[in-house]
C-alpha cells in the first residue's frame, strides 16, 4: 500500500513531485527515506488556501556512511479546536482533511511528528482491542460469545426458545401435542429414606432443643403415608442416647401430637416399636424397659389412651407379639396404675445441670460406697457416665480421697487408687479434674485432721500409692501438705518460744 501510494502523484501547495523509478519503487517508503533518496518533505500550512508556508522538512544527514536520526517517539497528535493543521498527512504522504482521526481511514496509525517521520505501530494489525478511539473499555465484543463457529456464551442454549416447526421433516404432531397437561409427580420415599432425612433433624434437635423448628423441617419432608413412622423412629434414636434425650424425645412427641401427626398415627409407631423389639434388644438390652416408659410418658401427656398399654396375654398372642413386647407393656402398666401420673414428668430423670449440687454428691457417695463392696470398676463408670456431670467429676475424686482418709485401711487405700487409675486410663475423669479433687483434699486437711488425727500419715501413703500407679501430675505432689513436728516441753525450751534475735549484751 505504501508503494502504490508514493507511485501517485500527490499535490502539495502547487509543487508537484515525481514517482521514482520501477526499480526503487520496490523498496518501502521508509527504506527511500533513510537512504536518503528523499530530500524534503512539505508539510501543508494552516491557511485556508492551502498554500505552502516555504517551510521545509528536511531528511537526517548521513555522515561517514552511517546515518543519524533522532530516537522515534510515538506521539499521537488529537484534533484541536483552534491552532491545529487544517489538513494532515498520514504516514504514507497521504492528506487527511479537516484534521480528521487516523482511525478514519480504518487503520490505526502514529501521526507524523514535528521531528521527522515515525513508523506505523504493526503490531496494533493484530490487536483485538476495538478499533475505536476514547470509546467504550476495550472489551471483546458480545462478552466473548460472539464470532465464527462460536456457539455463544455458556447457558445462552437454555434462553433460547424452542420452535417446532410443523413443515419440518422431523416434525411429530403426536409426540408434540399441545393439548398435554403438564403436573407436578411427587414421588413415594421409603422408611428407610425417611430415617435418612429425619435423623439429621433430630439430632439437630438434641442441640438447640426447638420442637418448632422440628416441626417446621417435617412439614417440609413429610408425606401421609410416613406420618406413623416419625414416632418409631423418634423412639429408635433415643435409645442410643443418654437420659437428657430421652427426655427431650418425649417432649417432642408431646409437641407433635396434633400438628404433625396424630394419637393414631403414634399408637401405630409403638405398635411398630413393639414388634420390632426383637432386633432392638441386640443393640439395646434395656429396650423393653426404655419403650415402657415411653409409653407411659405418652399416655401421661394425653397422646395415647390408657386402655393401649392394658392388654392382655390373649391380646399380645393375637397381635402376634413376643415376649419383649409384653415385658414393655407390663412396665408402662405398672408405672401408670402404681404411681401418680404427676411422678411420670420425671420418669427419665433430671439432667445433670438440672439437679441440685447436694443430690449429685449423695449419688457419688453411694456410688462409690457400691464400688467398695463390689469392686466393680466397669459399674462405678457406667454409673458415673448416667450423671452427666462431666464438669463435676472432682467431686468423685474429693469423696474418694476423704472416704479413704476416714476408712483407716489399706484395702480401701488399694480399691481407691485402682478406681482413680481406671477413671483417668479411659478419660472419664480428665486430668483437670483429677487435679482439682487432690488439691481441694489438700485445702481441707486441717479440718479433716479434727476427726482423723492420722490423716497427714495416710495422705502421704496414699499419695506415694497414686504416684506408683502413674495418673498424678507434678502439680499434685508438690502441693502435698505436710505436718510439723509437736514439740515437746522436754526438749530443753521450757514451753517458751525462744526469741529469733539475741543483742550482744544478753
Known amino acids: 500500500m505504501d508503494v502504490e501510494s508514493n507511485n501517485k502523484r500527490a499535490t502539495n501547495g502547487g509543487r508537484q513531485f515525481t514517482p521514482p523509478s520501477d526499480s526503487d519503487s520496490k523498496e518501502s517508503s521508509v527504506e527511500r527515506e533513510l537512504n536518503g533518496e528523499i530530500e524534503a518533505v512539505e508539510l501543508n500550512g494552516s491557511g485556508s488556501g492551502g498554500h505552502s508556508n516555504g517551510h521545509v522538512k528536511k531528511l537526517m544527514a548521513v555522515e561517514d556512511g552511517r546515518i543519524k536520526r533522532k530516537a522515534k517517539r510515538l506521539i499521537q497528535r488529537q ?8 489538513n494532515q498527512t498520514n504516514g504514507n504522504g497521504a ?82 401435542d399441545r393439548n398435554v397437561e403438564l403436573r407436578e409427580v411427587i414421588t413415594e420415599i421409603t422408611p428407610e429414606e425417611f430415617f435418612k432425612l429425619a435423623e439429621p433433624i433430630v439430632l439437630e434437635y438434641y442441640e438447640h432443643g426447638d420442637p418448632h423448628e422440628v416441626a417446621l423441617s417435617f412439614d417440609e419432608i413429610l408425606q401421609a403415608p410416613m406420618r406413623e413412622h416419625v414416632t418409631s423412629i423418634l423412639v429408635e434414636i433415643a435409645m442410643d442416647h443418654k437420659d437428657s434425650q430421652r427426655e427431650m424425645t418425649s417432649v417432642l412427641i408431646s409437641d407433635l401430637y396434633g400438628r404433625v ?34 409409653m407411659a410418658r405418652a399416655v401421661a401427656d394425653d397422646c395415647i389412651p ?176 505436710s505436718r510439723g513436728r509437736k514439740r515437746f516441753v522436754s526438749e530443753g525450751d521450757g514451753g517458751h518460744v525462744k526469741p529469733t534475735t539475741f543483742t550482744m549484751r544478753d
Not at 79 to 86: F, V, W
Not at 410 to 433: I, R, S
Request: with cysteine; hydrophobic share 40%; aromatic share 6%.
Open 306 to 481: 390408657p386402655k393401649f398399654v392394658a392388654k392382655t396375654g390373649e391380646e399380645l398372642r393375637r397381635l402376634g407379639l413376643g415376649e419383649h413386647a409384653e415385658q414393655a407393656l407390663r412396665r408402662a402398666d405398672s408405672l401408670i396404675y402404681k404411681h401418680v401420673w404427676a411422678h411420670l414428668d420425671n420418669v427419665w430423670g433430671m439432667g445433670g445441670p438440672l439437679r441440685p449440687v447436694k443430690t449429685i454428691t449423695m449419688q457419688m457417695e453411694l456410688l462409690l460406697k457400691e464400688y467398695l463392696s463390689s469392686r466393680d470398676v466397669a459399674e462405678a463408670q457406667r454409673c458415673l457416665r448416667a450423671l452427666e456431670v462431666p464438669h463435676y467429676h472432682h467431686e468423685l475424686v474429693y469423696e474418694a480421697i476423704v472416704m479413704t482418709l476416714e476408712s483407716l485401711s489399706q484395702t480401701t487405700e488399694e480399691a481407691m487408687c485402682e478406681l482413680l487409675k481406671q477413671l483417668d486410663l479411659t478419660c472419664l475423669v480428665l486430668p483437670a479434674g483429677m487435679e482439682q479433687g487432690f488439691l481441694r483434699a489438700f485445702d481441707d486437711m486441717a479440718d479433716i485432721v479434727l476427726d482423723v488425727p492420722l490423716a497427714y500419715i495416710i495422705l502421704d501413703r496414699f499419695v506415694e500409692r497414686c504416684n506408683r500407679a502413674g495418673f498424678l501430675t507434678d502439680k499434685i505432689i508438690n502441693n502435698v501438705p
Open 261 to 294: 401427626i396424630t394419637g393414631k398415627d403414634i399408637e401405630k409407631g409403638f405398635n411398630m416399636l413393639l414388634a420390632n423389639l426383637p432386633d432392638l434388644v441386640l443393640d439395646t438390652p434395656e429396650a423393653p424397659i426404655m419403650l415402657g416408659n415411653f
Open 79 to 86: 484534533n484541536s479546536g483552534s491552532g491545529g493543521s487544517a
Open 95 to 176: 492528506a487527511v482533511a479537516g484534521g480528521a482521526s487516523v482511525t478514519a481511514l480504518g487503520i490505526n496509525r502514529i501521526m507524523p511528528s514535528p521531528g521527522g517521520y515515525v513508523v506505523p505501530h504493526r503490531r496494533w494489525k493484530n490487536s483485538r482491542r476495538s478499533r475505536t478511539l476514547n470509546r467504550g473499555r476495550g472489551l471483546p465484543k458480545k462478552g466473548g460469545g460472539g464470532g465464527k463457529g462460536v456457539w455463544g456464551l455458556p447457558g445462552s442454549e437454555a434462553l433460547a426458545e424452542v420452535y417446532e416447526d410443523e413443515n419440518d421433516p422431523n416434525y411429530d404432531s403426536e409426540c408434540n
